[in-house]
């Protein structure tokens, strides 16, 4: 078997349905079930059970699954080792990043990576600091952006910082809050960001507020403050170019910023030697400078 038939495999597995896997590799359905037709020939086995719910692989496609997904993963290592004895920066760029900085800062990061490197490839997932900690235990990406305080044992370099504000249309001080009816909207988080505003509002109120929102995603719940729903804690990050709505400082008596958010670049030592994270890094750490 050659390697386009384990990404076959994988395509399929991974999408469980003929038409997805066809979209995803860019090509017909009847060209795929022809090449999955004689990809079973040449195991001589079954690999997978169609149903009207979809594609599900056989005890024995389990087996040739995990055996492509190892030699897959495999190739992208040798190719890797392969690269990095070129000048030449190609190859893919595996990024996984907090969801709040992939939707903010790294779209510009990443324009300039492509702009200034056409050969190379980037694949991006989003998503929680624990999803992105295990994507990089899993081999799945080359480097991690997380933000708040990270423990991560490898290396890890410091971006940027960002402070938080409150934001309302209507709220125009911190000490108008405790007598207001509009609802406090919070996001899901599995960071410490939630802890650190539950504990900034303990250390300035003796009770909770009066209305709460809780939403799973940082987009819905600044889209609702923006839109007068109610107000919020956000990031600057967020905030870049945003008119309309009160923007206040959360800070101590001393006028300092009481809350703040620390983003990094984190990975493994043997990722950061790879031509195309080294380029990627150079230029995040260029655009990092200009974080207010």
């Given at each position: 078997?050659n390697?386009?038939?384990f990404q ?6 991974e ?28 195991w001589?086995?079954?690999?997978f ?6 594609m ?9 699954i995990q055996?492509a ?9 040798v190719?890797?080792t ?7 920066v190609?190859g ?15 779209p ?12 190379a490839k ?10 992105i ?10 480097i ?11 290396s ?9 504000f ?9 000490e108008?809050?405790?007598?207001t ?32 929102i ?6 819905t719940c600044?889209q609702l ?5 109610g107000?919020?804690v956000?990031p ?11 923007k ?27 031509p ?6 150079r230029?995040?750490l ?7």
């Amino acid at each position: 078997m050659n390697v386009n038939e384990f990404q076959i495999i994988k395509a399929l597995a991974e999408e469980g349905n003929m038409r997805k896997a066809s979209d995803r590799l860019f090509i017909s359905q009847p060209a795929l079930s022809q090449r999955l037709r004689s990809i079973e020939k040449e195991w001589g086995a079954q690999l997978f059970i169609r149903s009207p719910k979809g594609m599900a692989p056989t005890p024995a496609g389990e087996h040739v699954i995990q055996f492509a997904r190892e030699t897959l993963m495999r190739y992208e290592e040798v190719s890797e080792t392969l690269q990095t004895m070129a000048n030449k920066v190609h190859g893919t760029l595996k990024v996984a990043c907090a969801s709040i900085v992939g939707q903010t800062w790294l779209p510009k990061v990443l324009k300039e990576f492509v702009t200034d490197h056409p050969d190379a490839k980037v694949s991006l997932m989003t998503g929680w600091s624990s999803e992105i900690v295990r994507a990089l235990h899993d081999g799945e990406a080359h480097i991690g952006i997380v933000r708040g305080h990270s423990d991560w044992k490898g290396s890890k370099i410091h971006l940027f910082r960002d402070h938080l504000f409150l934001v309302d249309k209507v709220i125009r001080s911190v000490e108008e809050i405790p007598g207001t009816d509009r609802p406090f909207i919070q996001f899901k988080s599995d960071s410490d960001y939630y802890e650190e505003i539950r504990e900034w509002w303990q250390r300035h109120f003796s009770t909770n507020p009066n209305r709460q929102i809780t939403v799973d995603q940082i987009e819905t719940c600044r889209q609702l403050a923006l839109n007068g729903i109610g107000y919020a804690v956000l990031p600057s990050i967020t905030l870049t170019d945003v008119e309309g709505v009160n923007k206040i400082p959360l800070t101590d008596s001393d006028d300092r910023f009481e809350l703040s958010r620390d983003t990094w670049l984190i990975g493994y030592e043997p990722a950061f030697s790879l031509p195309q994270v080294d380029a990627f890094r150079r230029i995040a750490l260029q655009h990092a400078k200009k974080v207010i």
